[in-house]
């Protein structure tokens, strides 16, 4: 148990020497004068790509098992 106390400390010892910070990871306050391209927005509907559906009855299970089966029977 001391070992592995020793080993979850020793990260944080050595990190607690550091010379220096992380550099700030934040985003830039002069937006503006950005170089990155920005595309224009429009509006998609939501629902564009919706197809209407209704319920089916369902079919014989043994037409759609040998219709997924491999040719040839079974081995």
């Not at 014989?60 to 029977?73: H, K, L, T, V, Y």
Request: one cysteine or more.
């Amino acid at each position: 148990m001391k070992l592995s106390f020793f080993v979850a400390a020793l990260p944080l010892f050595a990190s607690g020497c550091a010379a220096t910070l992380p550099p700030d990871v934040i985003a830039s306050g002069d937006l503006a004068a950005s170089q990155a391209g920005v595309r224009p927005l429009r509006y998609t509907s939501p629902v564009s790509g919706y197809t209407h559906r209704v319920p089916v009855d369902p079919k014989p299970w043994r037409d759609q098992n040998d219709a997924q089966s491999p040719e040839g029977g079974a081995s």
